[in-house]
């Protein structure tokens, strides 16, 4: 749609600031301007109502295509995690079920954090969870854990 139109502007979350965002341009051909901004969403109270604004920030050098570099990055950085993740569970419960705290320690010790070991468990579909007295446990399935041990004596 941007083809039809003289200036095209693109919002997106600062990857590396939570909670701040860029308005960069996407096309613009009446300036030679190609700066954007950078804003926050502030939040003040009118009478009773709770009413969010656009809070102006800097001006950023940036246009839409160096932040949405940046958002592909910071998101290759966090998907490699999880694949680490992917890969540190399996081994992790290959002895039997762990309390998912004690997984959580563990897991940031390798920069994986608890989100990241969240994700990896949900992605991998056989990470099985119950609640008990002293926390919660993760455990892999018996036929599972089965697998896994031939294929470690396999590769020995």
Known sequence: MAGSVRAAYSCSRDPENEGEFYFALVKGNLTK???????????????????PYVLWGDVTDKDANAVMALVKESRDGKK??????????????????????????????????????????YELGNVKSDKRKDGWIWYLPAAVQEKNFLVDEAEL
């Open 33 to 51: 301007k190609r700066d954007g901004m950078k804003f926050t969403i502030a939040e003040k109270t009118m009478g009773d109502i709770l009413a």
């Open 80 to 121: 490699q995690q999880i694949d680490k993740a992917r890969l540190f569970l399996p081994m992790a419960l290959e002895k039997g079920p762990r309390l998912a705290r004690e997984l959580f320690t563990e897991a940031a010790k390798d920069g994986i954090s608890e989100q990241q070991l969240k994700r990896a468990k």
